[in-house]
């Protein structure tokens, strides 16, 4: 009974590793899956391969916008006036005219739901002060994020010479929108009356029809055109678990929603994120040289978190934080003060994470510094520290 049992055991585990090894994404001219929070790479198929992006094109625009909004260079009800060169974008609109004003969030919400190529010129203006100078932003965000295969030329994804990029680097340029949530609020949106400024609406359609059809699917972007085919950058959530697919070239729309499919079901099938700590966990004091206040709370930049295939067992972790020599202030949430490496049951490293301050600190003043000083003489206090 027992050799039957193994032998059960043993071609479960044959076949699966089988599967893994399929086409997922056999519509696909080129595809990839990846984990958000890790970055791991789950499936990939001619992910380096140069192709039209279509309007998947947005998913970097976007981008631009969300941390133009971050920066405060602009907010999300700011109005934004319609030049003539957006309302006159050919493609996938909003129909957009020439002097209406429209709030940013409104505009956004016009390039998320229904790839509006107006609307997004109309924020690449906002943002760059002209067309070309955001293309520029484009290619130079994309050099920061070590994308090497990936060269814009315009805002939108209109098939225009020497403009491509692969799966692999859509993957990574969705990664690093996903870190504003907020987007996610327009991109999960499937249907949505748009007001325009003399009191009619425009009714938007989202082009991802997974966001109605696929539990779980709250994003991102669709692209089609003659020369592109059929794209998708999709993420969807289920508990702790985020993935991020890409797939491009694909001869229908129908194609391009089942090759999403295979590989979301082959991840959330196969994978498990497990959250070893939290970053909103508190792991102890740390004091600041010169500060307002003498300590700060130790926090993680973001959540630790080890991915598992769904068969492994949890390990149980022990942790060890290494503090940068001399934190001193000003110092703020955010700002880089040391590492905390997760180790698990056999002594390896598995997560080497950045760790940073709750508080945001100022620096003491002289008055501040005198008070600390004097407190510690009258508590017998030494002032010499090392």
Same mark, same amino acid.
């Given at each position: 009974?027992?050799?039957?049992?193994?032998?059960?055991?043993?071609?479960?585990?044959?076949?699966?590793?089988?599967?893994?090894?399929?086409?997922?994404?056999?519509?696909?001219?080129?595809?990839?899956?990846?984990?958000?929070?890790?970055?791991?790479?789950?499936?990939?198929?001619?992910?380096?391969?140069?192709?039209?992006?279509?309007?998947?094109?947005?998913?970097?625009?976007?981008?631009?916008?969300?941390?133009?909004?971050?920066?405060?260079?602009?907010?999300?009800?700011?109005?934004?006036?319609?030049?003539?060169?957006?309302?006159?974008?050919?493609?996938?609109?909003?129909?957009?005219?020439?002097?209406?004003?429209?709030?940013?969030?409104? &505009?956004? @919400?016009?390039?998320?739901?229904?790839?509006?190529?107006?609307?997004?010129?109309?924020?690449?203006?906002?943002?760059?002060?002209?067309?070309?100078?955001?293309?520029?932003?484009?290619?130079?965000?994309?050099?920061?994020?070590?994308?090497?295969?990936?060269?814009?030329?315009?805002?939108?994804?209109?098939?225009?010479?020497?403009?491509?990029?692969?799966?692999?680097?859509?993957?990574?340029?969705?990664?690093?929108?996903?870190?504003?949530?907020?987007?996610?609020?327009?991109?999960?949106?499937?249907?949505?009356?748009?007001?325009?400024?003399?009191?009619?609406?425009?009714?938007?359609?989202?082009?991802?029809?997974?966001?109605?059809?696929?539990?779980?699917?709250?994003?991102?972007?669709?692209?089609?055109?003659?020369?592109?085919?059929?794209?998708?950058?999709?993420?969807?959530?289920?508990?702790?678990?985020? &993935?991020?697919?890409?797939?491009?070239?694909?001869?229908?729309?129908? @194609?391009?929603?089942?090759?999403?499919?295979?590989?979301?079901?082959?991840?959330?099938?196969?994978?498990?994120?497990?959250?070893?700590?939290?970053?909103?966990?508190?792991? =102890?004091?740390?004091?600041?040289? $010169?500060?307002?206040?003498?300590?700060?709370?130790?926090?993680?930049? $973001?959540?630790?978190?080890?991915?598992?295939?769904?068969?492994?067992?949890?390990?149980?972790?022990?942790?060890?934080?290494?503090?940068? @020599?001399?934190?001193?202030?000003?110092?703020? $949430? =955010?700002?880089?003060?040391?590492?905390?490496?997760?180790?698990? $049951?056999?002594?390896?490293?598995?997560?080497?994470?950045?760790?940073?301050?709750?508080?945001?600190?100022?620096?003491?003043?002289?008055?501040?510094?005198?008070?600390?000083?004097?407190?510690?003489?009258?508590? =017998?206090?030494?002032?010499?520290?090392?």
């Amino acid at each position: 009974m027992k050799k039957i049992v193994f032998l059960i055991f043993s071609l479960f585990v044959f076949m699966s590793q089988i599967n893994a090894q399929e086409d997922l994404a056999p519509n696909s001219k080129s595809a990839i899956l990846i984990e958000q929070t890790t970055g791991k790479i789950l499936f990939e198929k001619n992910s380096n391969e140069k192709l039209a992006p279509a309007s998947m094109t947005k998913v970097m625009s976007m981008l631009l916008i969300m941390e133009a909004v971050d920066d405060e260079k602009i907010n999300m009800q700011e109005e934004v006036t319609i030049s003539e060169n957006a309302s006159s974008m050919g493609g996938s609109q909003v129909f957009l005219e020439a002097g209406e004003i429209y709030t940013v969030e409104e &505009l956004l @919400k016009g390039i998320a739901i229904a790839s509006g190529n107006d609307a997004v010129v109309a924020m690449a203006e906002k943002v760059a002060g002209s067309t070309e100078a955001f293309v520029k932003m484009m290619n130079n965000r994309a050099k920061e994020l070590g994308l090497l295969n990936t060269n814009f030329v315009n805002p939108h994804g209109l098939d225009e010479e020497n403009h491509y990029t692969t799966a692999h680097d859509m993957a990574i340029i969705a990664q690093e929108l996903l870190k504003y949530s907020k987007i996610l609020e327009f991109t999960s949106i499937y249907e949505y009356y748009m007001p325009k400024p003399d009191g009619s609406t425009t009714w938007l359609v989202n082009t991802n029809r997974l966001v109605r059809f696929y539990d779980g699917v709250d994003g991102l972007k669709t692209g089609f055109t003659s020369g592109a085919g059929y794209c998708l950058t999709a993420t969807a959530q289920k508990k702790d678990l985020r &993935l991020i697919s890409v797939v491009m070239g694909v001869e229908t729309a129908d @194609k391009r929603s089942s090759d999403t499919v295979n590989l979301l079901d082959y991840g959330f099938n196969t994978y498990k994120l497990k959250v070893i700590l939290n970053k909103k966990q508190e792991l =102890g004091k740390v004091r600041i040289l $010169n500060g307002k206040q003498e300590y700060g709370t130790v926090v993680l930049l $973001n959540d630790a978190t080890e991915l598992l295939k769904v068969t492994d067992k949890e390990s149980n972790y022990t942790f060890n934080t290494l503090l940068n @020599k001399k934190i001193k202030a000003p110092v703020k $949430n =955010g700002d880089i003060i040391g590492t905390v490496e997760i180790i698990d $049951n056999e002594g390896h490293i598995v997560i080497e994470s950045k760790i940073t301050i709750k508080e945001d600190i100022k620096k003491a003043n002289l008055w501040d510094l005198f008070k600390r000083n004097l407190n510690e003489i009258t508590s =017998g206090k030494s002032l010499i520290t090392n």
